[in-house]
């Protein structure tokens, strides 16, 4: 089956610039950003103005371009070395999705492997950020399309539930989560999706609720604690959501709720699936314990928009990710296939990571 991409496309190159969707403004305004300068894609990364582990890997592959195109030296040696600070500054904006550093480095290691002057290392480096966002696009129709192969057969239309947002503004364009309901929704499987609306930023009521929309796919948000109900009442057949970083043994890290989700899926017998190109497979990692988990601004806990929702004395806590244990999860959906977690090794690491 060919599932198309969407007309959503989070990163845009544009004549020398690159042209970011503003996700902290969506759904109310959908304006672009242009970023020129390697240190206003790192704020946009760390700013959630881009976010999303594949999109913030495309992100920082342009960024590191933009990066070596404010180096003024034409020596090789003294170029590279300062690449390197370019990495480095980019490396530090989010701790969780391995996309980001996967990205940095291929990014680096093309440069060092491209024989020629630093203007041409320099072109190498543009059409390599180009190739990274054009691979993406394929590899989650790929994805889509590997995951509606394993979808419940029945009922012949079903109802699916996502966390956060993993579709078309995490990726390049199409969607790792939301690339699968997209391909179950282009051939009649899907009769609705459920978002949770992912507190505390809400990537589920603003950003998925908003793709869908825009394709006319059939959405209902629910509060995240509201998913064990529906579950409960049948409503679900089965669980998709994204990754940000998966150990070798499976173990998921993804945004915070993710966990609970598995847990509630798990108690009610409804299938879980992790959608996640293998890029986001961290196969130096041998266990979620070794994630790091990004920690966010209190601001985002207790703050809605304008409204302060918390008395004066309290105090916070803000992990933007929580790690859902292998053996909570029914399929990891690649590119290249679906596996179960303990597979990974076998049928990924040898065969596509180089
Ligand atoms: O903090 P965010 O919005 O960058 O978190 C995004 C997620 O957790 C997504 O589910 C994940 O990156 C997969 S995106 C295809």
Request: with cysteine; hydrophobic share 45%; net charge negative.
């Amino acid at each position: 089956m060919i599932s198309s991409p969407t007309h959503v496309y989070p990163v845009i190159w544009y004549e020398g610039s690159v042209l970011l969707i503003d996700q902290t403004h969506l759904p109310a305004e959908y304006a672009f950003v242009e970023i020129h300068r390697c240190e206003d894609m790192a704020q946009a990364i760390k700013t959630m103005i881009v976010r999303g582990a594949p999109a913030i890997g495309i992100a920082a592959a342009y960024g590191m371009y933009l990066g070596a195109r404010e180096i003024e030296t034409q020596d090789r040696e003294q170029f590279l070395s300062q690449l390197e600070q370019v990495a480095q500054m980019l490396r530090t904006t989010r701790p969780t999705a391995v996309n980001l550093f996967w990205a940095i480095a291929r990014m680096l290691k093309t440069a060092y492997e491209t024989i020629g002057t630093v203007e041409e290392i320099r072109q190498v480096l543009l059409t390599t950020a180009q190739t990274i966002q054009a691979e993406d696009l394929q590899t989650c129709q790929a994805i889509g399309d590997r995951g509606l192969e394993l979808l419940p057969k029945t009922p012949a239309q079903l109802n699916l539930l996502t966390h956060c947002n993993a579709g078309a503004l995490a990726t390049a364009g199409y969607g790792t989560a939301l690339g699968v309901v997209r391909s179950a929704w282009s051939c009649g499987r899907l009769s609705r999706l459920y978002a949770d609306e992912t507190r505390p930023r809400l990537q589920g009521a603003k950003l998925t609720a908003w793709e869908c929309v825009q394709e006319g796919i059939p959405v209902t948000v629910i509060t995240d604690s509201m998913a064990a109900h529906c579950m409960q009442q049948g409503m679900i057949h089965a669980v998709v959501v994204g990754a940000d970083r998966i150990a070798a043994n499976g173990d998921t890290a993804n945004k915070i709720g993710t966990y609970s989700l598995a847990l509630v899926a798990k108690a009610h017998d409804v299938p879980f699936y992790v959608a996640a190109p293998v890029a986001t497979i961290d196969f130096a990692i041998a266990t979620g314990r070794e994630i790091p988990i990004e920690e966010r601004d209190p601001v985002e806990v207790y703050q809605i928009d304008n409204t302060i929702l918390t008395p004066a004395g309290v105090e916070f806590y803000n992990p933007a990710f929580d790690v859902t244990p292998a053996h909570l999860i029914t399929a990891i959906i690649t590119e290249h296939g679906a596996f179960s977690p303990s597979q990974l090794q076998q049928e990924l690491q040898h065969k596509y990571v180089a």
